[in-house]
């Protein structure tokens, strides 16, 4: 079943000029994204910094306003919905931030973090309230005497952790996932990542992670789609994006990341140095006049390749 | 840069014009008028106050009177001074410069003050310079001016008698004399001094916390790893990079510049602009009132511009394009 | 020249005179030869060692049981403890190790740019032939900028934002260099277009808010090599950059070092990074080194179990969606470390007391690979069944 269907996303900030600070133009974030999701995947959305994946992920959750198109949740278009109507969506579909550092509130206790969405929705005593929340901990791992603690007493993975476990509270849906582990060292990854995969079978979870560590996103999804200026140039299941990528920038990117096994070096330089020259020449094969990438056309039943 | 300075002119128009709607109903709403206060002649009739009040136009409706006051002031007359028995604008121009060259006495003791006491105190903080110069702003920050003033009155001027009591120059001097300028001088002394020193605290204090923040900051380590000596480094960044708030102030300060210090020149007996308001109200002289207030707002309207300027010249990235 | 003499009737003086000319002639020649002699010989010897990899290189620094403490409370705690490596001309050690380890602490103490009021340093820094360590600021600025280059972590922040970069750049150039006003400013441009800016004029005046990462980084990388330092520390150069970007920056310090045979300590958490560029590896652990060797050699033959339960929980090394690998416990704090004993115990708790040594000491188990404590010997690892399981890297 379809839990989410992107359609023809634009998501627009104007930029304000000129004598009277009318709007000149616009900042083109999301300029058009279509994708679907299926419950219980994981779906991975890759670019790098101004490619829009951020602002796609956070437009769906409603923290941007969206300028044109359909996000369609479980059949109902919620993009234009006002803050009253989209009260009840908001149980469903959940986020966890990237910054595990400044997206907890300092001042708080974690009691108070993790229980404020369910203060929003619902109604439970205190003594319910308290052991539902130290259930959760303890899903995430931690021991269930920290809810009297302050954020700034744990690492920076527990901090994530305290985010996931807040983002579940309400047994959402979706949850989409802004970069959660690209601020935390690699063992630390590794654990939340792990919690996270544990999570999603518990709960039954849809995944939309945004990020742009493609091992990260390569590990935890089972499809990708890559984004560039605003626009999908690329979507398949992971083996075929890293396999065989069809389009330039897709294939500059997957030549960028660095390999773990050293003595492919110089191959892979050299590989570089040809993906930038052929990246190059045919610019402007692969995007029109205005620098925007065509529409996706299927080339298989996954794969989708942006072509003229 | 030019277009946001002409649209910050141009929106200061409808300001003004909403300021001086504000300030004629205050003056307006104060109770009694200008012939309610001190009667002229005892013996006159209240028959003859009323018809003295519809001669000057005092019964009118409040729109008349308002555009007959507002087309005046356009015009540089803000009227008749009612306890003066001169023009307003001659009463404001004799005392305006007073109040400029002592609140720039000030200002220029302030900043003298305040900007190596402050980079002291940051540079060396925590230590006892520091300690002592903090110590310093607490007291200052507690002592309210008045009183502050008063002590310094009794002590310096009465008590030990060295610097005169009031006025703003003694009468024993000519204009034009070197001997002119130093006695101006030397009356502006207490109370530049008595204001100077409560105000550094707040300059000392921004100075103070600026630096402290700024050593720690990572350009000051990509300094130092170039090998800059550090005398250089707390001069080309650490300090430059400190001084961007207080140059924002620097454009507030043109307020007080023309506002003058209503406490200090009162204690001082010193016939400046905030002299003149003090008494202007006590004696219900509304068109001198009403004068000031508008200059005062204009000052402020001009400062809070200047200010703007002087920061987006400094810092770049906040640079209006 | 006597025949010469006999049969010509030349003038006695002038033959003196013609024959010290001449002597000082060949002897000019035969200096020539020998200088020539010597540059053949030095030729020689590269190519040599660029065959063999013999250990005949020049250290350009060598750092030795340096131990860096901060003081918390009255107390002085090592951030960095008894490490030692080196790095030669024309190399790449990278240090790696996650936060808490020390390599940050250790990047800024071979500058020693340490607040001296709560920071104590031990060892030694033998930056070409000479300790620095006792050297006091004045000394040290003359090797700072001109000697040794540094570039950190985050551009933004490391640049300062009221001033033009291009200043900032010939900054270095003021206190290290003579040259004109003019020629900084040549020396400037060309530094911008060394490392790939693409319109050198207008960069020099732009703030660094004005720039991108990737351009703030390679201005950061002109104002370390401005002045032809022997040796780059660079303090994760690129883990706040996209990661083309982080290819590009990559690549043009090696090119960069090709050109000018500098060293560099290269600081990173990424081991793919390392990977990528690197020559050796040192991995350090709670502020220890605790494996060193070949990037090649560590990478094929990981055996300290800090570096081996690293490897396995990157998630690019494993290519199907199973489980990574979590190394149970956190990094101790430096405060509340245990100094002694093996410090990654608590960590492989499964691992018996007895295969940990006392004071664990670096053995050098094949030539140039060094691993802390003999827990390697022992060392497999556990999944959640408590099972003995050895991963191998795909």
């Known amino acids: 079943m379809t839990l989410l269907k992107v359609e023809d996303l634009k998501v627009h900030f104007p930029i304000r000029g000129g004598f009277f600070r009318t709007v000149v133009d616009h900042v083109r974030a999301v300029d058009g994204v279509s994708f679907e999701l299926e419950e219980g995947e994981t779906y991975g959305l890759v670019g790098e910094s101004g490619s829009g994946k951020s602002t796609t992920g956070k437009a769906i959750v409603k923290l941007n306003k969206v300028t044109s198109g359909k996000i369609l949740f479980e059949g109902q278009d919620i993009a234009n919905y006002s803050s009253r109507q989209i009260k009840p969506y908001r149980r469903d579909i959940q986020m966890i931030f990237q910054d595990p550092y400044s997206s907890l509130n300092p001042k708080k206790r974690v009691l108070d973090i993790i229980a404020e969405p369910l203060r929003n929705f619902e109604r439970h005593s205190p003594g319910e309230e308290k052991k539902i929340i130290q259930d959760y901990l303890d899903k995430v791992g931690l021991s269930p005497d920290s809810i009297y603690k302050y954020p700034h007493e744990f690492s920076g993975g527990q901090r994530q952790r305290i985010g996931i476990a807040r983002s579940l509270t309400l047994k959402p849906k979706l949850i989409i996932a802004d970069e959660p582990v690209s601020a935390l060292d690699v063992s630390v990854q590794a654990q939340v990542l792990n919690f996270l995969q544990d999570l999603q079978e518990e709960f039954k979870l849809t995944y939309l992670f945004v990020g742009h560590d493609l091992g990260v996103i390569r590990h935890m999804c089972d499809r990708m789609g890559v984004m560039y200026r605003g626009r999908l140039v690329e979507e398949g299941t992971s083996k075929e994006i890293y396999n065989n990528p069809q389009h330039i920038y897709t294939k500059r990117l997957i030549a960028a990341i660095p390999d773990l096994e050293p003595s492919v070096r110089e191959e892979k330089a050299i590989a570089r140095q040809k993906v930038s020259e052929e990246y190059e020449q045919s610019y402007s094969k692969y995007f029109d006049e205005k620098g925007r990438a065509y529409d996706l056309k299927p080339i298989s039943t996954t794969h989708r390749v942006a072509l003229p | ?321 | 020249m006597f025949l010469y003499k006999y049969y010509t009737n030349i003038n006695e003086n002038e033959l003196i005179e013609t024959f010290f000319t001449k002597l000082l002639k060949s002897s000019q020649k035969l200096y020539k030869l020998k200088l020539n002699y010597q540059k053949i010989i030095y030729f020689i010897e590269k190519v040599v060692i660029k065959l063999g990899g013999t250990s005949m290189e020049k250290p350009i620094i060598q750092i030795e049981n340096l131990t860096t403490s901060f003081r918390i409370k009255d107390h002085y705690h090592a951030a960095v403890d008894n490490v030692s490596f080196s790095v030669n001309e024309n190399e790449i050690v990278a240090v790696v190790g996650e936060s808490g380890c020390g390599k940050s602490a250790l990047a800024l103490s071979i500058m020693q740019l340490h607040s001296k009021d709560r920071t104590k340093m031990e060892g030694a820094i033998n930056f070409k032939g000479k300790n620095l360590l006792p050297l006091n600021e004045a000394q040290l600025n003359k090797v700072r900028g001109k000697e040794m280059g540094m570039i950190f972590q985050e551009p933004l922040t490391a640049l300062n934002p009221l001033m033009m970069v291009g200043k900032q750049i010939e900054e270095n150039l003021d206190y290290h260099t003579k040259l004109s006003k003019e020629q900084k400013k040549t020396r400037t441009l060309e530094l911008l277009s060394q490392v790939g800016i693409p319109y050198p004029e207008l960069t020099y005046k732009q703030y660094p808010h004005e720039l991108s990462g990737g351009m703030r980084q390679r201005v950061m990388i002109s104002i370390a090599i401005a002045c032809n330092p022997d040796l780059i520390i660079a303090d994760e150069p690129t883990t706040a950059l996209d990661v083309t970007i982080q290819a590009q920056i990559l690549d043009l310090l090696k090119s960069i070092q090709q050109k000018t045979q500098m060293g560099i300590i290269l600081i990173t958490h990424d081991l793919s990074v390392v990977a990528e560029v690197a020559d050796k590896i040192v991995v350090m652990y709670a502020g220890q080194v605790v494996e060193t060797g070949t990037v090649r050699e560590i990478l094929k033959n990981p055996l300290h179990p800090y570096t081996k339960s690293l490897l396995h929980s990157i998630p690019s090394a494993i290519t199907d969606k199973s489980r990574l690998h979590v190394i149970e416990g956190i990094v101790p704090s430096i405060a509340k470390m245990d100094r002694v004993g093996c410090r990654f115990k608590e960590r492989i708790s499964w691992i018996p007391e007895e295969a940990h040594e006392h004071s664990p000491e670096l053995h050098e188990v094949e030539t140039g690979h060094w691993v802390r404590c003999t827990c390697y010997q022992h060392f497999h690892f556990q999944d959640e069944k408590g099972e003995m399981i050895t991963h191998d890297i795909t």
């Open chain 2, 1 to 321: 840069m030019w277009k946001f300075i002409l649209r910050r002119v141009l929106i200061m128009i409808p300001q003004l014009f909403i300021l001086s709607i504000i300030v004629f109903a205050m003056a307006k709403a104060m109770p009694g008028d200008a012939l309610s206060g001190k009667v002229m002649d005892p013996g006159i009739s209240p028959e003859r106050i009323e018809e003295l009040r519809d001669q000057m136009g005092l019964n009118d409706p409040m729109h008349t009177q308002y555009i007959r006051w507002i087309s005046n002031v356009a015009q540089g007359d803000f009227g008749q001074s009612y306890t003066h028995k001169t023009k307003v604008m001659n009463v404001i121009e004799d005392r305006v410069w007073q109040t400029v060259y002592l609140s720039l006495f000030t200002v220029i003791i302030i900043y003298a003050l305040a900007i190596p006491l402050g980079i002291l105190s940051g540079r060396y903080n925590d230590t006892w310079i520091d300690k002592a110069i903090t110590g310093y702003t607490y007291v200052g920050f507690a002592t309210p001016t008045f009183i502050f003033g008063l002590i310094v009155l009794f002590l310096f001027g009465f008590t030990l008698d060295l610097f005169p009591t009031g006025g703003t120059v003694s009468s024993k001097v000519d204009e034009g004399t070197f001997a002119y300028f130093l006695s101006k001088l030397n009356h502006m002394v207490l109370p530049a001094f008595s204001a100077a020193l409560i105000s550094t605290v707040g300059v000392v204090q921004y100075l103070r916390s600026e630096v402290v923040d700024n050593k720690l900051k990572d350009y000051v380590r990509t300094a130092r790893s170039k090998g800059i000596p550090e005398s250089k480094v707390y001069s080309r960044h650490i300090l430059r990079n400190s001084f961007l708030p207080i140059a924002a102030f620097l454009g507030y300060e043109i307020t007080g510049l023309i506002g003058g210090s209503i406490i200090i020149e009162t204690i001082f007996s010193y016939p400046g602009i905030g002299q003149l308001f003090v008494t202007s109200i006590s004696l219900r002289d509304f068109s001198v009132v009403t004068a000031l207030v508008m200059l005062t707002g204009f000052a402020t309207l001009l400062g809070t511009l200047l200010s703007d300027i002087i920061l987006s010249a400094v810092d770049p990235r906040i640079r209006i394009e």
